[in-house]
């Protein structure tokens, strides 16, 4: 077991040696995965992806970075933030930094009062911001979708995609790459 750091600079920094090496290997995970998919048709990703509509689209993000979905609250604005950082609120004792998707792909709206935020484990308290939870996925099958037309996504452009998945409904959903999700500076 690693030892606990005795001081808060010490902390800091182990805290962003670790989320460093969390990026890494989620980025080998994506690269393994687009791997796998130019090696087979499909391939099924284990475990469960919750389904988020974001400004008129549905993607994907593994459950398993997922803490609690609550519905939106009162966001305190964070002075001279980017527009995709919608502000902060104190989720169980601990201040939440809000990152709102509809404004990483470029859309400017104001959320629903029935919006959601889903609260995502990691070595900070990141929630994203979404029009709803729709559902949940089981096992969707990772495609390569490359040469369907279908399969263009405002979501391509942003870095966020780690790839594209298809349901057992037979829906293309891109899959959010959590690492770049939660990936936010400390003093934010």
Same mark, same amino acid.
């Given at each position: ?28 995970? @994506?690269?393994?995965?687009?791997? !796998? +998919? ?5 391939? /099924?990703? $284990? =475990? *469960?992806?919750?389904? %988020? ?41 601990? @201040?939440?930094?809000?990152?709102? !998707? +509809? ?5 400017? /709206?104001? $959320? =629903? *009062?029935?919006?959601? %935020? ?63 999700? %939660? ?6």
């Amino acid at each position: 077991m690693a030892e606990i750091p005795t001081n808060p600079a010490e902390a800091q920094a182990r805290r962003a040696s670790v989320q460093q090496r969390l990026i890494s290997l989620e980025n080998e995970l @994506t690269r393994l995965r687009r791997e !796998l +998919a130019t090696m087979s048709v499909e391939q /099924r990703l $284990p =475990g *469960l992806f919750l389904t %988020l509509e974001v400004a008129d689209t549905h993607v994907l993000l593994p459950s398993e970075v997922v803490q609690e979905v609550v519905r939106l609250v009162e966001l305190q604005p964070l002075v001279g933030a980017p527009p995709h950082l919608a502000g902060v609120f104190t989720y169980r004792g601990v @201040t939440a930094v809000v990152l709102d !998707l +509809a404004a990483l792909l470029g859309a400017r /709206r104001d $959320p =629903g *009062l029935d919006a959601h %935020l889903v609260v995502c484990n990691g070595t900070r308290t990141v929630a994203l911001l979404v029009d709803h939870v729709r559902d949940i996925v089981e096992a969707p099958l990772l495609v390569d979708g490359g040469t369907e037309a279908e399969a263009r996504s405002p979501w391509d452009t942003t870095g966020l995609m780690a790839g594209l998945c298809r349901t057992q409904e037979g829906s293309l959903r891109p899959l959010l790459r959590t690492s770049a999700l %939660l990936a936010i500076p400390e003093g934010t």
